[in-house]
């Protein structure tokens, strides 16, 4: 079964810095998805940015960018130029084809003025 | 606004009672997920519908069902509640089934068992 592991439950971070967020994975299977969702404190569930495994190059969406490395099953996500707004809690989740979403614990982020 | 609307929003209940969550999806939007959020908690994955039939299947008790209309909305019926029920639930919908779309979610219902 899949799983997926953050390994930073929380971290704190000065505004305007840059701020990276673990994580790993663990499946057998070549082609996949990967996704960093955000969730503020209004609880919504928002998408920050997407990897198709069959993809080399890294996603990256604005201030947003990840580093994805297939071999060492790491997908970790940068936040450049931090907002006091990227305060939140942050999931990294995977995806197969034809299946459900799994999500890791999470990482709660705080963003200090 | 992603599009995928919950009702109730809020809703407070007592032990034993049954209730039922909605989710409309997205225009187009063929899949429908259901999880469940407990406080301070990851995402736990409870049941996936595809066109109108069960997809998959995660930790979802046996109290629990849901099922998805010919319009594509889905209900998710909670029986027999326990204060342990007590919980965001999200749901979720993508335009395939699982394949190259992103899921987006709803707002969330955030059901309290008293």
């Known amino acids: 079964a899949q799983t997926v592991t953050q390994s930073q439950p929380e971290m704190s971070v000065q505004e305007a810095e840059t701020v990276t967020l673990s994580c790993t994975y663990d499946?057998?299977?070549?082609?996949?998805?990967l996704f960093w969702y955000k969730q503020p404190p209004s609880r919504q569930m928002i998408l920050v940015i997407r990897q198709e495994a069959y993809k080399q190059q890294n996603a990256t969406e604005n201030r947003f960018s990840v580093n994805f490395q297939k071999a060492a099953k790491s997908f970790s996500l940068k936040i450049s130029d931090s907002q006091l707004g990227d305060t939140a809690m942050y999931f990294c989740a995977f995806m197969k084809p034809n299946d459900k979403i799994i999500f890791g614990k999470g990482t709660r982020l705080h963003i200090l003025p | 606004d992603s599009g995928v609307t919950q009702t109730p929003k809020h809703l407070i209940t007592a032990t034993g009672q049954r209730v039922t969550l909605r989710c409309s999806p997205r225009?187009?939007?063929?899949?429908v997920y259901w999880y469940q959020q407990s406080l301070d908690q990851g995402l736990q994955f409870l049941i996936q519908y595809y066109n109108g039939e069960e997809r998959a299947k995660g930790n979802i008790l046996e109290r629990f069902s849901a099922q998805q209309f010919p319009d594509l909305h889905s209900e998710l019926n909670l029986s027999s509640l326990e204060l342990g029920d007590s919980a965001l639930y999200f749901c979720?919908?993508?335009?395939?089934?699982?394949?190259?779309?992103?899921?987006?979610f709803g707002q969330g219902t955030r059901l309290t068992v008293v």
């Open positions: 225009s187009g939007d063929l899949s």
């Open positions: 979720a919908s993508s335009a395939s089934l699982g394949g190259a779309s992103e899921a987006f």
């Open positions: 499946t057998s299977e070549s082609n996949y998805y």
